[in-house]
């Protein structure tokens, strides 16, 4: 099939990758968005996707708006049969999605119905899913809503952070896309409606819900960390300025300390919850890079029962 691959960050090239080795379809085209100010400079920097096509010899599309008539004419000029999708970040309007005859397809990460929208792996974590995996779905004009291809599944490790199981997805998913487009191509593949039970919502996560709350479970505050890293990352106020929580972990034998309340040794730093504490592995402070958190307890000189959140 003639391809138009749409995606945008990092976690989108190894599909498109896939989909260029595949050696059965032509990616004829990708759709990306714009280039994007980036570093110290501030410089505009086409993104990973972009950058990957332009490597391949690719043709590629940054719209404003998918919704654009240049876009639109330039889409159906090229005719493509299908137009597979991974983390584009923009909505499609209906007249981008009649283009191809055999539609939009997306790959998600996640299981769906569940987690629907722009975060699902965070969400994943954050509410403890032990696991989860990918979809390929026919994209329609609801959100995350279409009719399923395929699915693979993952297991969410104790440790992973949100960075961790989207890479594996990722690669993982690739291999489910490609497949996606050969099953529909020879006619193997048909779209099986989601069920009506088990939707639930991922909605992008905000900086202001990623702070942190001390009275919350050990376990709770260990996954909100580790849904919110590496973006937007978790964080907590000390002496009035915020200090990012990079890695933490429950400490089940520690539990004589008030939510919020420190306590620093030598080579460990404890906060307490509203179970049991948690260590703090590594913060980031307000305008500097990750440290360790003894080393940061050592510098800051933390007074007996100081708190964070305050």
């Given at each position: 099939?003639?391809?138009?691959?749409?995606?945008?960050?990092?976690?989108?090239?190894?599909?498109?990758?896939?989909?260029?080795?595949?050696?059965?379809h032509e990616v004829a085209a990708v759709v990306t968005r714009p280039d994007?100010?980036?570093?110290?400079?501030?410089?505009?920097?086409?993104?990973?996707?972009?950058?990957?096509?332009?490597?391949?010899?690719?043709?590629?599309?940054?719209?404003?708006?998918?919704?654009?008539?240049?876009?639109?004419?330039?889409?159906?000029?090229?005719?493509?049969?299908?137009?597979?999708?991974?983390?584009?970040?923009?909505?499609?309007?209906?007249?981008?999605?009649?283009?191809?005859?055999?539609?939009?397809?997306?790959?998600?990460?996640?299981?769906?119905?569940?987690?629907?929208?722009?975060?699902?792996?965070?969400?994943?974590?954050?509410?403890?899913?032990?696991?989860?995996?990918?979809?390929?779905?026919?994209?329609?004009?609801?959100?995350?809503?279409?009719?399923?291809?395929?699915?693979?599944?993952?297991?969410?490790?104790?440790?992973?952070?949100?960075?961790?199981?989207?890479?594996?997805?990722?690669?993982?998913?690739?291999?489910?896309?490609?497949?996606?487009?050969?099953?529909?191509?020879?006619?193997?593949?048909?779209?099986?409606?989601?069920?009506?039970?088990?939707?639930?919502?991922?909605?992008?996560?905000?900086?202001?819900?990623?702070?942190?709350?001390?009275?919350?479970?050990?376990?709770?505050?260990?996954?909100?960390?580790?849904?919110?890293?590496?973006?937007?990352g978790a964080w907590t106020v000390f002496r009035g300025e915020r200090l990012?929580?990079?890695?933490?972990?429950?400490?089940?034998?520690?539990?004589?300390?008030?939510?919020?309340?420190?306590?620093?040794?030598?080579?460990?730093?404890?906060?307490?919850?509203?179970?049991?504490?948690?260590?703090?592995?590594?913060?980031?402070?307000?305008?500097?890079?990750?440290?360790?958190?003894?080393?940061?307890?050592?510098?800051?000189?933390?007074?007996?029962?100081?708190?964070?959140?305050?």
């Amino acid at each position: 099939m003639k391809l138009v691959f749409a995606g945008t960050p990092e976690v989108a090239v190894p599909a498109l990758d896939a989909l260029i080795a595949s050696g059965r379809h032509e990616v004829a085209a990708v759709v990306t968005r714009p280039d994007a100010p980036a570093g110290r400079g501030r410089k505009l920097v086409a993104s990973p996707v972009a950058q990957r096509a332009e490597e391949a010899g690719i043709e590629v599309l940054k719209p404003v708006k998918p919704r654009d008539e240049d876009f639109l004419a330039r889409l159906r000029e090229i005719g493509p049969d299908c137009c597979p999708v991974v983390a584009y970040g923009a909505l499609l309007p209906k007249a981008a999605l009649d283009v191809p005859a055999r539609g939009w397809v997306n790959l998600h990460f996640s299981l769906l119905p569940a987690w629907r929208g722009a975060a699902p792996v965070q969400h994943a974590i954050i509410a403890g899913d032990e696991v989860t995996g990918a979809s390929t779905f026919l994209i329609e004009e609801g959100l995350d809503s279409g009719p399923v291809y395929g699915v693979l599944t993952e297991e969410v490790r104790p440790t992973d952070t949100s960075g961790d199981l989207l890479t594996r997805l990722a690669f993982a998913g690739s291999g489910l896309l490609a497949a996606t487009m050969d099953g529909i191509e020879d006619g193997t593949l048909h779209a099986v409606p989601q069920p009506h039970e088990g939707i639930s919502l991922a909605p992008k996560l905000t900086v202001e819900g990623a702070r942190t709350d001390w009275a919350a479970p050990a376990l709770r505050v260990d996954r909100l960390v580790r849904g919110c890293t590496p973006a937007p990352g978790a964080w907590t106020v000390f002496r009035g300025e915020r200090l990012k929580l990079v890695a933490v972990t429950p400490v089940p034998d520690r539990t004589d300390l008030a939510p919020g309340e420190l306590s620093a040794a030598k080579n460990n730093v404890y906060v307490g919850t509203g179970s049991h504490a948690v260590e703090l592995l590594w913060v980031q402070p307000q305008g500097k890079k990750p440290m360790r958190a003894a080393d940061w307890a050592r510098g800051v000189r933390i007074a007996p029962s100081e708190t964070l959140g305050a």
